[in-house]
């Protein structure tokens, strides 16, 4: 069975600080990758996908980045958090990029101050 | 372009109750349309989709949704509700044409409170 683990599973962090967010997907060799932002009581926003290794495609510009450095491995970065980054991400993955379920990790609740 | 209408923000029922939560969507032809649920203080979690065929479609936790072309709706329903259900359902909307392939649309969400 696939498991999907984030981490840290909450963070508080400084404006101005940086920023490392981390996903990992064992049992599924190549899935398809994504970074959703929810902000507090809002809806979801796709902020990046994947679908293979060294690659990341990115969908919103919000000082974020994002990279995969391994077929199991999405990361979201930033060097300077802004106050508008407070919210909850979810990383997520797909069997294929089309006309496929979302399986969606637990989630990490960051607060920036 | 492409959209999702979630018009309820919230609704209330009592236990045992039928609920229905409305989805309306705009896109230019019939697209892939999903429900998620989001307990509190969870993440996401399937509970169905539309991709073609029969326009009723089951899904998990005894959920049910009908697409419907005619009023570019997808609204989702369950009998009887009960006081597990609580929680914040999303309608969300996949493009299969051209730029729009693969490309999800969440709507706002729907906060759905079953009173025991």
């Known amino acids: 069975a696939q498991t999907i683990h984030q981490w840290p599973v909450a963070e508080i962090k400084a404006v101005g600080s940086p920023l490392s967010l981390g996903c990992t997907i064992k049992?599924?060799?190549?899935?398809?990758l994504y970074w959703y932002w929810q902000a507090t009581g809002g809806t979801l926003q796709q902020l990046f996908y994947s679908i293979t290794v060294g690659q990341v495609e990115s969908v919103v510009q919000l000082n974020l980045s994002a990279s995969r450095p391994k077929d199991d491995q999405f990361i979201l970065s930033t060097e300077k958090l802004l106050l508008s980054h407070s919210g909850f991400y979810l990383c997520a993955w797909s069997l294929d990029i089309s006309a496929e379920t979302l399986y969606f990790g637990s989630g990490t609740r960051l607060t920036v101050l | 372009a492409q959209s999702v209408d979630q018009p309820d923000a919230h609704v209330t029922l009592s236990e045992g109750a039928s609920l229905e939560l409305r989805c309306s969507y705009s896109y230019s032809a019939a697209p892939y349309l999903f429900w998620y649920v989001q307990y509190p203080g969870q993440s996401l979690q399937f509970l169905l989709k539309?991709?073609?065929?029969?326009?009723v479609v089951k899904g998990t936790k005894g959920f049910e949704a009908e697409f419907r072309k005619s009023n570019s709706s997808f609204n989702l329903k369950k009998s009887p509700a009960h006081w597990s259900d609580s929680a914040k359902y999303f309608c969300?909307?996949?493009?299969?044409?051209?730029?729009?392939?693969?490309?999800?649309?969440f709507g706002h969400g729907t906060i759905l409170r079953v009173h025991p």
């Open positions: 969300a909307l996949e493009g299969n044409t051209g730029a729009n392939t693969g490309k999800l649309t």
């Open positions: 049992g599924k060799s190549s899935p398809n």
């Open positions: 539309y991709i073609t065929g029969d326009t």
